[in-house]
């Protein structure tokens, strides 16, 4: 995983999105996928919170600067964290907004994250774009994590249960384990 999480790749870090870049320019559809986009997104969050805090900035300062009338509290915030990628991108989404809620800003930070990404991996230039699935369980997934930072703004909440049936360990061995 690279050092610093970036919304950026170049030849210097192993971006964790080209992967499932390299996947959809396979012939995989996003939908197909969407667990690993899922489980990166998370990831993504995650590390950057820490490389915040590793600059003495907590996300919920991050957040909160953004609630701020006066912007030079998070700009402050912004170069204490080194401009970091995700940071700037806080500072942009919520920049034109007056009168912002936390749920507001979250929703703006969130967003912006996730546009950043569907643009690196132009999942919106294969033939016949994306599906309405796809959206929709991209919508759901931002919208848990929006959730889950307004009961605690600092730190990414955990990965949503997959609701994954269980294996039959019978079709996994291709015979029955049955005693009779």
């Not at 820490?50 to 030079?72: H, I, T």
């Not at 291709?174 to 009779?180: H, I, K, N, R, V």
Request: charged residues 30%; aromatic residues 8%.
């Amino acid at each position: 995983m690279p050092e610093n999480e970036t919304l950026f790749p170049d030849a210097r870090t192993a971006s964790r999105w080209q992967p499932l870049k390299e996947r959809i320019a396979g012939g995989e559809s996003p939908n197909e996928i969407f667990s690993d986009f899922e489980d990166n997104f998370y990831a993504a969050l995650r590390r950057v919170f820490k490389q915040w805090a590793k600059r003495g900035v907590n996300p919920k300062q991050m957040f909160e600067a953004a609630l701020n009338e006066d912007r030079s509290v998070l700009r402050d915030l912004v170069n204490q964290v080194w401009n970091h990628d995700y940071a700037r991108l806080l500072q942009y989404a919520t920049s034109g907004e007056k009168s912002l809620h936390l749920d507001t800003v979250l929703r703006l930070f969130l967003n912006s994250a996730w546009d950043r990404i569907r643009d690196l991996l132009q999942i919106d230039c294969r033939e016949g774009g994306v599906s309405d699935a796809f959206l929709k369980r991209v919508d759901q997934m931002l919208d848990c994590l929006r959730r889950g930072l307004l009961k605690n703004p600092s730190r990414v909440p955990n990965y949503p249960r997959q609701n994954k049936p269980r294996p039959d360990i019978d079709d996994a061995l291709g015979e029955p384990l049955s005693l009779a």
